[in-house]
Every structure is written in structure tokens, then in C-alpha cells.
């Protein structure tokens, strides 16, 4: 079967065709990263407006480098949920248009069970159930994936997700947007021992909080400047990733060791992270644990991983009608009966 994605809920335009939820044929992806770094984050009105002007040419790209043609296409699928809405609306819409104007089913996806699906892509045997981490720009989870669309939700943010964290630090040290590439970046020659930033305080056993680390890094910066002293930039961005990808790192594979989990996975933009991917590495091996994460590519956001999923939401049944409407927030596990 093959799917066409459609993903626009923050700053990339991204569609792809994805068979049977694991072979991807095409994945093509326009970002409006660069200019939204103009900004020191993502503009939402900037982004839909993208997003409409893209939208099309990136959908005929996906075809064309699919080599298929839209009447080979079974199903077009799209992240109605969650994300900026504006942006989100222009995707369904799209993807709505292309549907039923090509007569074909049209398959709504969550964004973070996407995230997940990118799992699928680089493991083909890869099978729930497996505990992931999914840490985005706007989530940090930790769930346990029951089925392909049943997920149980152990663990969450309690304040900022990690990307976001990543970013706002990465504004404090003027390193620029995304976040998370330029503080590691910046972190390459850097002592990670050098600043002493704090393990936030949290309540429940597999939540996480950032705030608190973002606003320890914003006082080393603060207190330097009343000081008139010089901080060491690829100091404090080595300190902060090594804090936060150690946080991660531990919440994850005590929730592991907790629930008996015999495959970890990780997921979500975070998920590129080097340090983070080595520290599950250790901490997975030591655990006699399976480790599996995303390529590299398939980490941010891209409509391969929506299709991945959209195969699984088909299957399960999981169609829209003409009725479909995008959201801003949807926790991972909702049921789709509650959105009739
Ligand atoms: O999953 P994603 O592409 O979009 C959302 O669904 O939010 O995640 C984007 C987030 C951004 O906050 C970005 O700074 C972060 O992922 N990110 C990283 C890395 N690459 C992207 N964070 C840490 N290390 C990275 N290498
Ligand atoms: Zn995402």
C-alpha cells in the first residue's frame, strides 16, 4: 500500500510516500528554518504562510521522486494534530483537497505518533510493544507504545519539552535557531564539568522539568554580566547539554528497568542529539536492553514518518471524513471516537 504524508505543523513543509509503513520512496522537506532563525524562533504566521506557498510544489516533488503517479497512490495522510494550528490547517486542508478530489481515503495523524512511526523506517522488525521517549520542540514523553495506535503515557514534561529547552538556551548564548544543533555545536569544544547546573526537583517518577535548568543557565549568564566577567560560551552550552541529555538519558532507562522493557527507543527532534544518543547507548547496553533510534534524518520533523504511522492508522481504521479539523493540542493517546 502506498501512503502519501503530508506534514506542516511547525516550520517544515514535508511530504512523502512512504510503502507499507516502512519503504520510503520519497521524502521531501522545505524548511523555513532559516528565515524563522531571523527571529530567534518560529513565527507562526510566517510559517502557515509558507507552508501555503510550498505546499503544492513539494507535494508534485514527492510524486515525481516516488516515481509514481497520484492514481497509484492508495491513501493520503496527514498531521491534523497537535502543532501550530495555522500551520496545521494548511496541511489538512491540502491534504483534504488532494483526498477526495483523487477519491482516495484520507488517514489523520497525531504528530508524536509520527515521531514514533520513524522508528519503523529504520527497523524493519521493529514491533510494539517497546517503550520510546519522544522529545520534541513542544513534548517530552515517555510512553509505552502498546500497539501501532495504542500508547500509554508514563512520564511528561511538567513545565518546557527538552527542544524547546535546547532553544531557549541556545537564544540566551545568541547561538541561533534551532536550538539544539547549535548549543551542541557550540558544546564540541567545551568542558561539560565546568558549570555545576542543577537536576530540577520533579514530582512523579518518570516526569521531567526544564525550566529550572533553563533559568540556571540564564543566572551564570545574568550574574557574569552584573559581575563584568566573560562567560565561556562552549562551557555553558557543554554543562547544559550534558545536564539535560543526562536527564533524559536516566529517566528513560529507569522507566525501562521499572517496567522490564527489553527495547528502548528514541524519538523526536532531541532525539538527533549525539550525547543523548551515546548515553542510551551505554545505559541500554548495560541493561542488556535492545536500543533503537531513528536515522538522523527521519529525527526532525518529515512526512515519511507520518505516512509510517498513517499505514498503521489505516489498518486500524482510523479514516476521516470531509468534517476533518486540525488542533493545537491532542494528547498521544486520544481515541479517535473522541473526535467524532
Ligand atoms: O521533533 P521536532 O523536529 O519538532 C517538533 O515536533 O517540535 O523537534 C524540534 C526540536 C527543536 O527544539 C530543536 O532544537 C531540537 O528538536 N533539536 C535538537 C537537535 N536537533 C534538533 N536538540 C538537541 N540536539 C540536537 N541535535
Ligand atoms: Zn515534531
Known amino acids: 500500500m502506498y501512503i502519501l504524508g503530508i506534514e506542516s505543523s511547525c516550520d517544515e513543509t514535508a511530504v512523502a510516500v512512504v510503502r507499507d509503513g516502512r519503504e520510503v520512496l520519497s521524502s521531501v522537506i522545505a524548511s523555513s528554518a532559516a528565515e524563522q532563525n531571523l ?6 504566521e510566517i510559517a502557515s504562510r509558507r507552508h501555503i506557498e510550498n505546499i503544492s510544489a513539494t507535494a508534485r516533488l514527492a510524486l515525481e521522486q ?6 497509484a497512490i492508495d491513501a493520503v ?15 489538512v486542508n491540502f491534504a483534504k483537497g488532494l483526498a477526495f478530489g483523487a477519491g482516495k481515503p484520507l488517514v489523520p495523524v497525531h504528530h508524536l505518533r509520527g515521531h514514533v512511526a520513524a522508528l519503523y523506517l529504520a527497523h524493519p522488525d521493529l514491533k510494539p510493544p517497546f517503550l520510546c521517549m519522544v522529545a ?7 510512553v509505552r507504545v502498546e500497539d501501532y495506535t ?6 511528561r514534561t511538567v513545565d518546557d519539552a527538552a527542544g524547546e529547552a535546547f532553544d531557549k538556551v541556545s537564544r540566551t548564548l545568541r547561538l541561533g535557531y534551532p536550538g539544539g544543533p547549535a548549543v551542541s555545536k557550540a558544546a564540541l569544544s567545551g568542558n561539560p564539568k565546568a558549570y555545576k547546573l542543577p537536576v530540577p526537583h520533579v514530582e512523579g517518577r518518570y516526569n521531567v522539568s526544564f525550566s529550572g535548568l533553563k533559568t ?8 557574569a554580566k552584573m559581575k563584568d566577567e566573560e ?12 545536564r539535560i541529555t543526562e536527564i533524559l538519558a536516566d529517566k528513560l532507562l529507569l522507566a525501562a528497568k521499572d517496567t522490564g522493557a527489553d527495547t528502548i527507543c528514541l524519538a523526536g527532534g532531541v532525539g538527533a542529539n549525539h550525547l543523548l544518543r551515546s548515553q542510551l547507548e551505554e545505559g541500554a547496553k548495560k541493561m542488556g536492553a535492545r536500543l533503537c533510534m531513528p536515522e538522523l534524518k527521519y529525527c526532525g520533523d518529515n512526512a515519511a514518518m507520518i505516512a509510517a504511522q498513517a ?7 482510523n479514516i476521516a471524513g470531509p468534517r476533518l479539523n486540525g488542533l493545537a493540542t491532542l494528547p498521544i493517546d486520544y481515541s479517535p471516537a473522541e473526535l467524532d
Do not use: K
Open 150 to 155: 495504542h500508547f500509554q503515557v508514563l512520564g
Open 66 to 71: 516516488a516515481n509514481l503517479p497520484l492514481d
Open 231 to 242: 562567560i565561556s560560551v562552549p562551557d555553558l552550552a557543554a554543562s547544559f547539554e550534558w
Open 311 to 317: 499505514y498503521y492508522e489505516y489498518l486500524a481504521g
Open 77 to 91: 495522510a496527514v498531521t491534523f494534530a497537535p502543532g501550530l494550528i495555522g500551520a496545521v490547517l494548511v496541511g
Open 136 to 142: 520534541s520542540g513542544g513534548h517530552s514523553h515517555i
Open 39 to 44: 527571529y530567534g524562533g518560529v513565527v507562526p
Open 216 to 223: 540556571a543557565v540564564l543566572n551564570v549568564v545574568n550574574q
